[in-house]
């Protein structure tokens, strides 16, 4: 059974930096893709980030480009999201996800079969 959980949100002020952490279980980690993704209330779960299985490639929503940072360590089953120079637009739940093909990077909720419970992150002006 795949198991994804997430930790690191927080309360921050504008300007300031989150580490989020998702560590995963029940699978072989490093053939699959992780993604980042966010949802305020009453907005639709939003991508933010996603990283390929062997960490090579990764791709951003426009929005984060230049302020936040995936990775992944293998060794460690654990993806994790540097965000910096936080907005207060950044304030959501973020989840980390995977999908259930290896060697695939979705960059759509859809593409995704396992989620993690969330962690909020919430920045204030």
């Known amino acids: 059974q795949v198991q994804l959980v997430e930790s690191g949100g927080g309360k921050v002020q504008a300007g300031g930096s989150l580490r989020l952490s998702c560590a995963a279980s029940g699978r072989t980690f490093s053939a699959y893709s992780l993604g980042w993704f966010r949802q305020a209330p009453g907005k639709e779960r939003e991508f933010v980030a996603a990283i390929s299985w062997s960490g090579d490639s990764t791709y951003y929503v426009d929005s984060v480009k230049g302020r936040f940072t995936i990775s992944r360590d293998n060794a460690k089953n654990t993806v994790y999201l540097q965000m910096d120079s936080l907005k207060p637009e950044d304030t959501a739940v973020y989840y980390c996800?995977?999908?259930?093909?290896?060697?695939?990077?979705?960059?759509?909720?859809?593409?995704?079969?396992?989620w993690g419970q969330g962690t909020q992150v919430t920045v204030s002006s």
């Open positions: 996800a995977t999908p259930r093909a290896s060697y695939i990077m979705p960059r759509v909720p859809a593409g995704y079969n396992y």
